[in-house]
């Protein structure tokens, strides 16, 4: 029997029953279904991820150095401990680094603190202040709707200058132009140079909410009293060079706290590659986890497929002997049967596609802070699942439609 004459024998059998071949369909049409809805939301929450955080609270090809350490992602209680007893990250520290550092590499102290700030024209508000140096802007891919950021020399004498992000500009500064205006933090004045461009939200926090100075302004002694820094970013010139800068970065560092070559870092450096890597196992996971319910439901459809089929061989004992004794071959009927199943198996497959990703879109418009993603790989793997689904299942009752005996056969009625 030809193989498009199995399939449009299917079909005419789906027709003829539609509620039995809806019933067994369904098995696999909620497994894909879900299958594609939580790959849906996975990729989009991964592609965010790497576009979104990575992009704009990292960095791309960005090592920090942290007094602390959190690369693991598993900090207990006595590695907290520990690690409050590391010195801290000084200016110095910084620039023992920077000396060392290769040509063509960006780098920026850090100091963070949440800070209130007014302006005659609005009420106080909080913000989150970033004293830096001039490069940090560089490093961050910045750019701005409106003014400038500070230059190297108003970085390096401490100007009061300051920039605001988004939110705050129109906040501080509605239905005017804040460039040339003054703010005040902390009580002191700042003029403000510069207005960043909207940067949107990363898992509901406004990176819009910011306000960056000088890191030898006041602004520094408002972030860290101490006179320490909270980091040091360093932006390789190419992704070729992170190996080596992560290097150059620790053996200043060890050398700096004369660590013996048995001792442990006692300071942390990461990179974005490694945040990256850390948030793919963690993808990984969820995304095993997230199949592993919808695989349940494939294997309840194979179940279903392979009774009903059962019962259809029962059903259609006489139609198999008629064909039998047309001439039809074993492996005729074993390939009709087969392929019927194959067929509404893949026709769940096909509908429980549609539905996922409907699902996947109607969640995203409930929910805007969920991403989503359609990724090209799930819906042929949901189309190979779903004729799979139906060739297992089938292979059993179209083994025993192929085996019986034709005269046995014509005498069911």
């Not at 965010?48 to 992009?55: H, I, K």
């Not at 890597?277 to 990984?284: F, N, P, V």
């Amino acid at each position: 029997m030809p193989f498009l004459e199995a399939v449009r024998l299917a079909f005419q059998q789906i027709r003829v029953q539609k509620l039995k071949s809806f019933f067994t369909t369904l098995g696999v049409l909620i497994g894909v279904m879900f299958l594609i809805a939580v790959v849906s939301i996975v990729e989009g929450m991964s592609n965010y991820v790497e576009d979104a955080f990575t992009g704009k609270l990292v960095g791309g090809n960005v090592v920090t150095v942290r007094r602390f350490d959190f690369s693991s992602g598993n900090v207990t209680e006595e590695m907290w401990r520990e690690m409050q007893r590391w010195p801290r990250l000084m200016p110095d520290d910084a620039r023992a680094i920077r000396d060392a550092m290769p040509a063509g590499t960006l780098s920026s102290v850090v100091g963070e603190t949440t800070v209130y700030a007014v302006t005659p024209f609005a009420r106080r508000r909080q913000l989150q202040l970033s004293a830096v140096d001039d490069e940090y802007f560089a490093i961050k891919n910045y750019a701005f709707t409106s003014g400038r950021p500070f230059s190297p020399q108003e970085a390096a004498f401490g100007a009061s200058v300051i920039v605001l992000g988004d939110e705050m500009a129109q906040h501080f500064f509605p239905n005017l132009d804040p460039v040339g205006r003054e703010i005040r933090i902390g009580g002191l004045p700042f003029t403000v140079v510069g207005v960043l461009e909207k940067q949107g939200s990363v898992f509901g926090m406004s990176l819009d909410r910011v306000a960056i100075g000088p890191f030898r302004s006041p602004l520094g002694r408002m972030a860290n009293p101490r006179g320490d820094i909270d980091e040091l970013t360093i932006r390789a010139a190419t992704p070729e060079m992170m190996d080596e800068l992560q290097d150059v970065v620790r053996e200043v560092m060890r050398g700096r706290r004369k660590l013996a070559p048995s001792q442990p870092d006692n300071f942390g450096v990461t990179t974005s590659a490694a945040a990256l890597a850390e948030l793919g196992d963690l993808r990984g996971r969820v995304l095993a986890f997230g199949t592993a319910l919808p695989a349940i439901g494939l294997i309840v459809g194979a179940m279903v497929i392979m009774n009903i089929m059962l019962v259809a061989v029962a059903e259609r004992t006489r139609e198999i002997g008629i064909r039998k004794a047309l001439g039809a071959r074993r492996k005729d009927i074993l390939r009709q049967f087969l392929v019927e199943a194959a067929t509404l198996s893949m026709l769940g497959a096909a509908i429980g596609i549609a539905l996922g990703l409907s699902a996947a879109k109607l969640l995203n418009m409930a929910f805007p802070a969920l991403p989503v993603g359609v990724a090209p790989w799930s819906i042929g793997a949901a189309i190979a699942m779903g004729a799979g689904v139906g060739i297992i299942a089938g292979a059993y009752p179209a083994s025993r439609a192929a085996k019986l005996d034709p005269i046995t056969a014509l005498r069911a009625e």
